[in-house]
């Protein structure tokens, strides 16, 4: 069988080791390629990334020379056989050459359009590549448009409790005023089961359908509000960037400062609320102010893990969100015998992930992918702990209006 291959070549203001680490390290693959990867660099060991789409890619690594050659085999999903790639990196004049080869493609029709998908994609990927290692940005998440919205679980059971006649979907926790999903229309307890034609079954779905447009397309959504299907159009809005902090210390005065501001209201909100107030229940599947504090103390430290990771370059993934646990969130309140204690134990959880940003290694810091990623995790608006206020504020109104 006659067969071709693709070439590619780009100038990248990075080292060699930069290069070779994003072609051979899961965190750095993550960062400018795909939406999972896990890799093992030795020869004969494991390669593999997907994409939200449900695209993915396996094979193995059969040559590496650190900083300087990195070759794997490859075999996409549906794709009528293996091929391999092979990239070479070679230093020059301060910056690297980046040459990427994929061979082995076959010719005909079979083939037509994985060489046309392969084509467009090593060309988006590498431009990607240098953009992540020159300045941390990942372009598809610049490009990528918002909803702004929180979600919340939702199964066959909690369908039935909202009338709503489908078992699977994403249902809206909250959305932000004036950005895409709110001023369309959406709300609270919405769940959407198609954008754009594109099902959606969970978030990984929705996520998928969205990196098919860019910020100001406008799409169709499909959603239940309660027993009745609704559609609407909805202009997919741009991502508003916050200022992002360059350095260690930067980043750890700018949580600081927010930190702030966040325990100027929960000052606000605390006083006068007795225990038993802060441990009523609206309703019982809703969660007390307690269990809210509960949530907001293990969501700090699964933020400090994350950050390991990062540094680590060992970064866990998952199959979805599988929502969050109740007996955990539970069993973390039932500890603390008085609400001033799981006050202080949020404070100093807070406490904790600012005195570890302040302790990022400078090597970390220079891995510009990971680190920006951070950072914008840092300097974007706090909308989780809002969504949580509200929360908060609504179980205090049920408890004494009782």
């Not at 038993?276 to 700090?300: F, N, R, T």
């Amino acid at each position: 069988m006659t067969t071709q291959s693709l070439n590619f070549s780009r100038t990248i203001d990075a080292s060699p080791a930069e290069v070779y680490r994003a072609f051979t390290n899961s965190t750095s693959l993550r960062e400018w390629f795909s939406d999972v990867a896990t890799v093992d660099p030795k020869p004969r060991g494991r390669f593999y990334a997907a994409w939200n789409s449900g695209f993915y890619a396996c094979g193995e690594y059969t040559e590496l020379t650190p900083n300087e050659k990195a070759v794997f085999t490859w075999q996409g999903r549906h794709e009528p056989g293996q091929t391999s790639v092979e990239v070479t990196i070679r230093a020059q004049d301060g910056t690297c050459i980046v040459e990427l080869v994929h061979a082995g493609l076959g010719s005909g029709a079979e083939w037509s359009q994985m060489v046309a998908e392969a084509t467009k994609g090593w060309q988006g990927a590498l431009k990607n590549l240098a953009s992540v290692l020159e300045t941390g940005q990942d372009l598809r998440f610049m490009r990528r448009p918002m909803l702004v919205i929180g979600v919340s679980d939702f199964n066959a059971e909690i369908a039935s409790q909202f009338n709503i006649p489908v078992p699977e979907g994403v249902r809206l926790d909250t959305t932000l005023e004036s950005m895409g999903a709110h001023a369309a229309g959406l709300r609270k307890h919405d769940v959407i089961i198609s954008l754009a034609g594109h099902p959606v079954s969970d978030f990984a779905s929705l996520d998928a359908a969205v990196q098919n447009y860019h910020a100001d397309d406008t799409v169709e959504v499909v959603f239940y509000r309660g027993p009745e299907k609704k559609s609407v159009d909805m202009v997919l809005s741009r991502r508003p960037l916050p200022d992002i902090p360059t350095t260690a210390q930067a980043l750890a005065d700018f949580q600081r400062k927010r930190d702030a501001d966040i325990q100027s209201d929960l000052d606000e909100f605390f006083t006068g609320v007795s225990d038993a107030e802060a441990s009523y229940k609206p309703d019982p599947d809703d969660w007390s102010i307690k269990e809210v504090l509960a949530h907001l103390i293990q969501g700090e430290h699964y933020w400090q893990f994350w950050m390991v990771e990062l540094m680590g370059g060992c970064e866990a993934h998952h199959d979805g969100w599988g929502g969050n646990n109740p007996t955990q969130v539970a069993a973390t309140a039932s500890i603390y015998p008085t609400l001033q204690d799981m006050l202080v134990a949020f404070q100093r959880a807070r406490d904790e992930t600012i005195a570890l940003l302040a302790r990022l290694p400078e090597n970390f810091v220079a891995q510009k992918g990971s680190f920006w990623r951070l950072a914008f995790s840092v300097a974007d608006d706090p909308f989780h702990h809002r969504v949580h206020m509200d929360q908060m504020k609504a179980a205090l109104a049920a408890a004494r209006s009782q």
